[in-house]
């Protein structure tokens, strides 16, 4: 993790010697889930309720889902943008080093400009919390925090994935998009309002359920049950990255440089 650290370090600086570009980003990011946040408050305001969910429920899931994404988006960019690495040759210099190629990949590259997102979605879910009447308790809080922090493991794992594709397509597809993009859209709403094959596919194999619907319905008491099991629901969702580093190291050790 030193060595994790020692990239963060470099790359912060080396973005910040162009502050002013780096704050301009910074600003756009801030209005790209603003749009969106601004569409479901429309819908909220012509229809009043989603399928019994209120409009603060539906902006605590999405401040959740957003900050999951832009934290994932930030530190895990590298994988994000692996197949530059692939086509370029430059994965071969990395497997030299006597260092893990998922801390290497990780440190390739961080973007940080995310910072603007991330500050929206946070003001969103701090208006969502103050708003809604829940009874707060140590364990709900804790259930909170878990929702974002296995989010960004579930939103890494999915770029780890696509990033393993490129061992034999050497160019990302835009498949992993489906789920990268198209989940954090989906996920951003309980996910009680899709078809059940939709419910059952971002709970059982993507595990988006995990960290805000399930997790969600405990904190907003509309579910019964041991704070425990929901505060080990978001938990069980973090485990979805370690077959996602299973298949990485499946991947490297069929890597075949493409020579360039």
Known sequence: MKLYWKYIGILFKS????????????????????????????LFD??????????????LCFGVIHMAFSISECFARGFDSFSSLVSAGEFDRLLVRPRSTVVQVLGSKFEFTRAGRLAQSAAVLIWALIALPVDWTIAK????????????????????LAATMCFWTIQTMELANIFTDGGREMSQYPLDIYKKAVTRFFTFI?????????????ITGRADGSALGYMLLPAAGALFIVPCLFIWHFGVRHYRSTGS
């Open 141 to 160: 809080a804790v259930t909170l925090a878990l929702m974002i922090i296995s989010g960004i493991f579930i939103f890494a794992g999915i770029y780890i």
């Open 15 to 42: 973005q910040m010697q162009y502050r002013t570009s780096f704050l301009l980003l910074s600003f756009g990011q801030f209005f790209v889930p603003f749009t969106v946040f601004a569409g479901l408050y429309m």
């Open 206 to 218: 993507i595990p988006f359920g995990c960290v805000n619907y399930l997790p969600l319905q405990y």
């Open 46 to 59: 012509r229809f009043g309720e989603l399928k019994g969910w209120s409009f603060y429920e539906v902006a």
